[in-house]
């Protein structure tokens, strides 16, 4: 079983101010993008630079490739069987819009062929919208994206993840 899951929004700002949220990811209070407080916080040890290692909650990965301004790239290292990357790219939008999509693209294995549709796609997509969020609301002015909701279903979830 192969997982692709993509997240997008178009934002109403240049490549260089998308690309600069992707830069700020460090999950401290001035990352922009990462929704810090909601969330288990995000690490990066020494920081977001080629090679580095960390991740949030028992997700794990290393900074596999960089490219300041576009592209992050990060391969994972856990949870078992979690055989893949995830990545933030920006990409033009035309007329001063630039679309800002986050990538998962893996190959479960074991324990994660049950864990990523039950626990962790739900988890994962509920962050990434709030992510998302936090994106567009770096560039007042546009009309916002309505807030997402999480679903009873992961409200639920947190609430068993907390104990």
Do not use: K, Q
């Amino acid at each position: 079983m192969a997982v692709l899951n993509v997240h997008e929004r178009v934002l109403e700002a240049g490549e260089p101010e998308v690309g600069a949220l992707i830069d700020g990811l460090a999950g401290g209070p001035a990352d922009a993008l990462w929704p810090h407080g909601r969330w288990p916080a995000m690490r990066l040890d020494p920081g977001l630079e080629l090679g580095a290692v960390g991740g949030h909650g028992p997700v794990r990965y290393a900074v596999a490739a960089y490219v300041p301004g576009r592209w992050v790239r990060f391969e994972f290292t856990g949870p078992r069987g979690f055989h893949g990357f995830h990545e933030c790219s920006v990409h033009p939008a035309g007329a001063g819009r630039t679309l800002l999509r986050h990538t998962l693209a893996m190959r479960p294995s074991g324990p994660a062929r049950l864990s990523w549709p039950l626990v962790f796609r739900p988890l994962h997509d509920a962050l990434l919208e709030d992510a998302l969020d936090r994106a567009e609301a770096a560039f007042p002015g546009a009309a916002p994206h309505a807030t997402a909701r999480w679903s009873r279903y992961v409200r639920l979830l947190r609430r068993i993840l907390a104990r």
